[in-house]
């Protein structure tokens, strides 16, 4: 068993890098409170909301609009530090039309609320589902149909100067993608994790389904599950992780993919300028990923199936560059 300690340092880590809040133009101290406040009352309102109905006959719990809102990227609902429930997500624009996608858990059984301008966002309110294993998460790139290329004019490929990072592309060519997060997981049972996927081939971002080649987490932290992960145990970034791998299936599309988890040996809640790479470098030496697959999209959320009270999962801060 792993020793599990938030933030554990394995050997050859750097410093555990100083969480970043975000700050409003009142300053981090009054944005922590005034989302603080906001949550509160979430919470407390969240329990008198309809119970949601597996996810074949889901209830949609859709938040009320702002007085004034802006006008609708395709798809998504651009509301922001008010929360989106159901089958919503909301569309962050970083600038130049770098879009990031929070999307809700597929059973539709989460709201999500997010700021506008940077990638700070939190469950609002969550119930169980029929399903365990519900993903609430940040998306760049392709999930179910959304891509975020194609939030917004700016997103474009038209678009001068636009920063969207774009997928699919190819695994070998695919940049230099880096990532840091910082989290208050609040979970009892779940994990917290980043979810990459990958296509055979190259698809057109509105004509991908369920991606048919592999699947490659990476899970920061995860209460209440047992690490048994011992296909191989390596050191990446200078953080120990084990590694576990089996073949996956959707029943419902009928598709096979590879599965392949690195959980961080010491649990944490924070990683910082965390290179992709060299997982998938590592996947590939051990034939679990091919240099010729597609990636088609990066998510960061929480798998959730127990908290320790009201939703809980809250990501402070997130970032992630350098995708081709």
Known sequence: MPRTANNGVD???????????AASRSGPRFLRLRRLLRRLEITATSRFLPRALPAVSAVLLLAAPPAVSPAAPLGGTPVWNHP??????????????????????????????AERHHLSWYVSSWHPAAQKWQYPNISSGIEWGRYTCDDGPSGYPSSPGSK?????????????????????????NGNV??????NRQDVAP?????????????WLSYPGIRDEADARHVVIDGIQWDVMTWEARN???????????????????TVSGLRLNPFLRDAEQADE????????GIDFGAEINQTVHGAGFDVAQYSLTGVR
């Open 193 to 198: 994790s980043y979810d990459i996927w990958f």
């Open 11 to 21: 050997p050859g880590e750097p410093p555990a890098y100083a969480r970043q809040q």
């Open 84 to 113: 989106v429930c159901g089958s919503g997500y909301v569309p962050v624009d970083l600038g130049s039309g770098n879009y990031f996608n929070i999307i809700n858990a597929q059973a539709h059984n989460t709201c999500v609320s």
């Open 251 to 269: 029943s419902t599309t009928g598709t096979s993919w590879r599965y392949v988890a690195y959980l961080a040996h010491h649990q944490r809640d």
């Open 289 to 296: 990923l091919s240099p010729s697959w597609y990636l088609t």
């Open 206 to 218: 509105l004509k991908l389904g369920q991606p048919d080649a592999g699947e490659l987490m990476i």
């Open 164 to 188: 969207c990072m774009r997928y699919p592309v190819q695994v070998d060519k695919d940049g230099e993608p880096v990532t840091s997060a910082g989290v208050n997981p609040h979970l009892i």
